[in-house]
């Protein structure tokens, strides 16, 4: 199978930069001050709630959120699209099956919150479930291969 992937240096980047804004978001949890961060950013499209409808404009906004939320998924994408040092048949399946899982869940999950989860709570779960398919895809794909490669040691 003849994937396009990145090489495997680029999956220590991606975990720095997952480190970063895990870090980063439990400070912002911690000390909301943080979120007080404002720089002006173009924006195509503002709608405001009791206000009016923007296009193609400079915005001042909360700057911490949005190099969060990139930094988080491009360091997602890096550890999940980088080849593992021995990219053989077995990797190529279980990365296949791993987002099969991810996006399968995800969805579960998404059904689950149009079911009960209502108000700006719901607002809250959709922009978490923006991650969940990177999130879940990186926890299944490490753990089955830490699982095998435990599994390997002791057969030896």
């Given at each position: 199978?003849?994937?396009?992937?990145?090489?495997?240096?680029?999956?220590?980047?991606?975990?720095?930069?997952?480190?970063?804004?895990t870090?980063?978001?439990?400070?912002?949890?911690?000390?909301?001050?943080?979120?007080?961060?404002?720089?002006?950013?173009?924006?195509?499209?503002?709608?405001?709630?009791?206000?009016?409808?923007?296009?193609?404009?400079?915005?001042?906004?909360?700057?911490?959120?949005?190099?969060?939320?990139?930094?988080?998924?491009v360091?997602?994408?890096?550890?999940?699209?980088?080849?593992?040092?021995?990219?053989?048949?077995?990797?190529?399946?279980?990365?296949?099956?791993?987002?099969?899982?991810?996006?399968?869940?995800?969805?579960?999950?998404?059904?689950?919150?149009?079911?009960?989860?209502?108000?700006?709570?719901?607002?809250?779960?959709?922009?978490?479930?923006?991650?969940?398919?990177?999130?879940?895809?990186?926890?299944?794909?490490?753990?089955?291969?830490?699982?095998?490669?435990?599994?390997?040691?002791?057969?030896?």
């Amino acid at each position: 199978m003849n994937t396009l992937l990145l090489p495997h240096r680029f999956k220590k980047v991606g975990w720095l930069l997952l480190a970063i804004t895990t870090i980063l978001y439990i400070l912002t949890i911690v000390n909301n001050d943080l979120t007080d961060w404002k720089a002006p950013v173009f924006a195509i499209c503002i709608d405001e709630l009791l206000g009016e409808h923007k296009w193609f404009v400079w915005q001042d906004t909360e700057i911490i959120q949005t190099v969060m939320g990139v930094l988080f998924i491009v360091g997602g994408l890096l550890v999940s699209f980088s080849k593992e040092p021995i990219e053989d048949e077995f990797i190529g399946k279980l990365r296949l099956s791993s987002w099969m899982w991810a996006v399968g869940l995800n969805y579960i999950l998404l059904i689950f919150a149009f079911l009960f989860v209502y108000g700006t709570a719901f607002l809250s779960v959709m922009i978490y479930g923006m991650f969940t398919v990177l999130i879940i895809f990186i926890l299944r794909f490490n753990f089955i291969l830490f699982q095998n490669k435990r599994q390997t040691k002791h057969e030896e």
